[in-house]
């Protein structure tokens, strides 16, 4: 059934399609806590950021957590498995990390959760980024090697396959923001390091399919989380016009239109935070691609705790846009950070009455996955940020459902928003 919405007297109802996934996600680093094989727990110590430590401390809890979303009616979750848990040593694996994944992804299907899994969610093992990270011309047969154990060993519990989350996020934190590890500035490093995913996404998306071949298993769904955002000009001159118009294309469109070619996407995820309103400082080549609005007085949206604009709308444009591919949409992270759980629960509304909005208009969506679960570790931002439906207390690592989280757990309950 596709989506419905209709007015009964002052009641507003979304409907949405039977069969929808509906759920939250959560990455490895950024919840499961000592992952110290990892790029990141160098970098973070060295450039003095705040120290994941012991996240969540989810590795240990995540039952825990898988039970509170069962409780609030999710029936698919998004995690990641960490690649350098798995392979500490380069061909190395360890049979350890793989049981323990097993055993995470069996308690969520214990529970009638989905399990959609990422295998590679924005860190490296060490040895990889000693070797030179994703500029390495063989990081795609390194990323491979560890696809096909992983894969190998956990197929015949999951069906969604993310290969690489948010490709061009991490390229331009990593490489050209010069923001993330390994901190450059680079047109031509993130250049190669683009190249680098898409290849490895190719070879990662045929291996996986050839493994459920070879084993006869039922047929997997296999994609990347791409990160979209709307970009708008701050002010309609032509410079920001163009700007505006060239980063839609960069960054929200090249890489997918790449793996196409390769007719190596089965569905194409999508993770949707926010606009950024583009204004150039000056007409340089790297201007066109980085510079955004700083007078954050320019725009009347609210915004989250980071200062990111709220815009529902754009989610709908993108969704209506992304038609053209022909390909169901998957909505694997859409999220706020806040200490307002009432915005939250606005912002979650106003986003799934876009996503409505497109069904409504033809648009195949399969699910929608609310980032994150729990509040977690957010990058070079440390603690502070809030997603969580679920707050955590990271002196006793209590977990407490947010309101926002019960309201929402209302609309899988019945397959309605209502307001
Ligand atoms: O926390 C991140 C996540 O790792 C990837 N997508 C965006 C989230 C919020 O910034």
Redesign the pocket.
């Known amino acids: 059934m596709r989506g419905l919405s209709f007015n009964e007297e002052t009641l507003t109802w979304y409907r949405f399609p039977n069969n929808f996934f509906w759920g939250a996600?959560t990455?490895a680093y950024?919840v499961e806590g000592n992952n110290s094989n990892s790029d990141w727990w160098e970098w973070e110590k060295r450039a003095g950021k705040e120290p994941s430590g012991a996240a969540c401390r989810s590795y240990e809890l995540y039952k825990q957590d898988f039970d509170l979303a069962k409780e609030l009616n999710h029936n698919a979750h998004r995690l990641s498995i960490e690649w350098s848990r798995i392979e500490p040593q380069p061909g190395q694996f360890s049979l350890k990390e793989l049981e323990h994944y097993k055993d995470v992804i069996l308690a969520l299907k214990e529970r009638g959760l989905e399990p959609i899994v990422t295998l590679h969610?924005?860190t490296n093992p060490k040895w990889l980024a000693r070797e030179g990270g994703w500029q390495n011309k063989k990081a795609p047969a390194y990323f491979l090697n560890f696809v096909q154990k992983a894969v190998d060993f956990l197929c015949a519990d999951v069906r969604f396959w993310v290969t690489i989350?948010?490709p061009m996020?991490y390229v331009y934190h990593a490489y050209i923001l010069g923001q993330w590890p390994p901190q450059e500035r680079s047109a031509r490093k993130a250049k190669a390091v683009t190249d680098n995913l898409v290849s490895a996404h190719i070879k990662a998306y045929r291996a996986i399919h050839g493994i459920y071949k070879q084993r006869n298993l039922q047929n997997c769904f296999v994609s990347i989380?791409k990160?979209i955002q709307f970009f708008a000009p701050c002010t309609s001159n032509p410079g920001n016009k163009f700007a505006s118009w060239l980063r839609d294309r960069y960054y929200n469109l090249d890489f997918i239109r790449r793996l196409l070619r390769y007719k190596s996407l089965d569905y194409i995820g999508i993770?949707y935070?926010s606009r950024s309103a583009v204004e150039l400082k000056k007409l340089g080549f790297r201007n066109l691609f980085v510079d955004v609005c700083e007078n954050k007085g320019h725009s009347k949206l609210r915004k989250n705790s980071?200062g990111w604009d709220i815009y529902p709308q754009g989610l709908y444009e993108l969704l209506i846009r992304f038609k053209r591919f022909n390909l169901p949409l998957f909505i694997l992270?859409n999220?706020i950070?806040t200490e307002d759980d009432n915005l939250r629960w606005d912002f979650i509304q106003e986003h799934l009455k876009a996503v409505n909005r497109a069904i409504v208009e033809g648009v195949n969506v399969m699910g929608y996955i609310y980032?994150?679960l729990i509040d977690?570790f957010?990058?070079d931002?440390g603690f502070r940020?809030r997603?969580g439906l679920i707050g955590v207390d990271y002196n006793t690592y209590k977990r407490t459902i947010r309101e926002s989280a019960r309201k929402f757990a209302q609309v899988p309950k019945t397959g309605t928003l209502s307001e």
Do not use: I, R, T
């Open positions: 996600a990455s950024q969610h924005f989350n948010e996020v989380a990160n993770n935070y980071l992270e999220g950070c980032w994150s977690n957010e990058w931002k940020p997603f």
